[in-house]
């Protein structure tokens, strides 16, 4: 039997006197990885000192979302959307830039796509 990965990292990430959140997806996400990291993910902005947080949203990995995924990650953004002041989202497909687009339209911060790592870390830090 293969071995499949999927789901969602969530860290504190510190590029020199800049911290920010660190998201990082890979294959398709299910409803029960958003049941897992809701949570962690609530509790991390809770713990953070400032009042909009920047994110590093790594989908280099991302397949797609399960039907249900798709609809937690809508609430996901719905719910934090006020949260974050930058996000920069990192990946290597076109579907990627254009679910940074519309992205935007839930969240009160500004959401770039970015196909280069170093960039997108940069962009956080101006």
Known sequence: MAYKK???TIG????DH???V???AVGTLTHHDYEMITPL?????VKVNTP???VLFDASELEGWELRAAWDDFKL????????NK???YGHQDWQALAAQVGSWFISGEIRYFDNHDEAIRWLQD
Do not use: M
Request: no cysteine; glycine share 10%; charged share 25%.
């Open 18 to 20: 800049e911290f920010f």
């Open 12 to 15: 504190l990430e510190r590029v």
């Open 41 to 45: 993910l609530d509790a991390a902005l």
């Open 6 to 8: 999927h789901g969602l």
């Open 22 to 24: 660190s998201i990082k």
């Open 52 to 54: 909009k947080v920047d």
């Open 77 to 84: 953004g719905l719910q934090h959307g006020a949260d974050f």
């Open 87 to 89: 996000v920069a989202l």
